[in-house]
């Protein structure tokens, strides 16, 4: 994988890791409550679905119930088609406000398709879904707003137990979706983004504060190193107001990592515009983990022309994605 070419650095802070002890208090400042303030706002900036995030939902069987967590204003709801085909998601979010915008989300998406869709108020941290099991979960932009490895490797511990497990055989590449186990893709940022504006690069700081500026009387996003400039909501009477977002950038096999350390199976992962993925799995009682790179390219055996026009419409909707957010070059909504 190639290295993006080097853009100017953005300004940034590092952030301290904090202690065990102060992580909560720390990320309840840094994350939850910037997120309550700038909901509204930060919703209306997040429409267009990410199509890496597309193609695994739309992959998925029908008749499948799946989960979105973490999942901000609920956009990924208009990707799961209605009909006797469809999937069913369900969805929760940590912010009170974003959870509400997801739920206006999930019953336009019900009207219009008629799909069941459905939001709770929940933490990555503590789920409220003990004893179910779902098809998929998707977590975009979630697990690396957690301040350290401790409470990531937990998140992705307890995405792992949502899942039904995979029984039996050795795990490879993930096969056609409803082969009998769940699966869930997780997104993060990337430490590895010379191409963006922020100019982050293998061997910089991994713990960061990013600047979201709230600003009265302005109807845009900023195009200046992901300040979001909009209209004064959360203001509290200042004109002008800026508050910093935790994020951890992870590194080149970063999140593989985690994953095992959380006793996931890595089914396939990569980097992607500025972000890692994987795709993980769970094994249950009598299974055999493998290494996640068995043979077979997924495809189903298209010819090359078939694969190369969906190529090139994969990289038409990415870009159309990455218009959206050009001014932040957030790369997916969290």
């Not at 932009?141 to 957690?146: C, E, G």
């Not at 992901?226 to 009477?237: A, S, Y």
């Not at 095992?260 to 094994?283: P, Q």
Request: aromatic share 6%.
């Amino acid at each position: 994988m190639s290295a993006p070419p080097r853009a100017a650095a953005a300004t940034t802070t590092a952030a301290r890791p904090p202690s065990p002890t102060s992580s909560t208090r720390f990320e309840d400042a840094h994350v939850h409550q910037v997120y309550e303030r700038i909901a509204a706002p930060f919703a209306r900036t997040r429409h267009k679905a990410w199509p890496l995030v597309t193609r695994f939902l739309q992959q998925r069987a029908p008749g499948s119930v799946g989960l979105d967590v973490g999942c901000g204003n609920g956009k990924y709801f208009g990707v799961v088609k209605g009909g006797a085909a469809a999937a069913v998601l369900l969805a929760c979010d940590r912010s009170a406000r974003l959870a509400s915008l997801a739920a206006a989300a999930s019953a336009a998406a019900a009207a219009a398709a008629a799909a069941a869709n459905d939001v709770a108020l929940a933490d990555i941290l503590h789920l409220p879904f003990a004893g179910h099991r779902f098809a998929f979960v998707i977590a975009i932009a979630v697990v690396h707003h957690l301040s350290t490895r401790a409470r990531r490797v937990q998140a992705l511990r307890e995405l792992l137990a949502l899942l039904v497990p995979r029984v039996g055989g050795v795990v490879r590449r993930p096969g056609a979706a409803g082969d009998g186990h769940g699966q869930a893709l997780v997104l993060v940022w990337a430490l590895e983004q010379r191409g963006s504006r922020r100019g982050w690069e293998a061997g910089g700081p991994q713990d960061v504060l990013v600047p979201w500026v709230l600003r009265r009387g302005k109807e845009r996003e900023g195009v200046v190193e992901g300040r979001g400039v909009v209209e004064g909501e959360g203001l509290e009477g200042q004109e002008e107001v800026t508050l910093q977002r935790y994020y951890h950038l992870y590194c080149c096999g970063e999140l593989d990592d985690e994953i095992r350390a959380a006793g996931g199976v890595v089914e396939e992962s990569g980097w992607e515009r500025d972000n890692w993925w994987a795709v993980m799995s769970v094994v249950g009682k009598g299974g055999v983990a493998g290494d996640g790179d068995g043979d077979g390219d997924g495809d189903g055996g298209r010819g090359e022309g078939e694969k190369e026009e969906k190529k090139e419409k994969e990289d038409e909707e990415e870009k159309e994605a990455e218009e959206e957010t050009e001014n932040e070059k957030d790369g997916i909504e969290r």
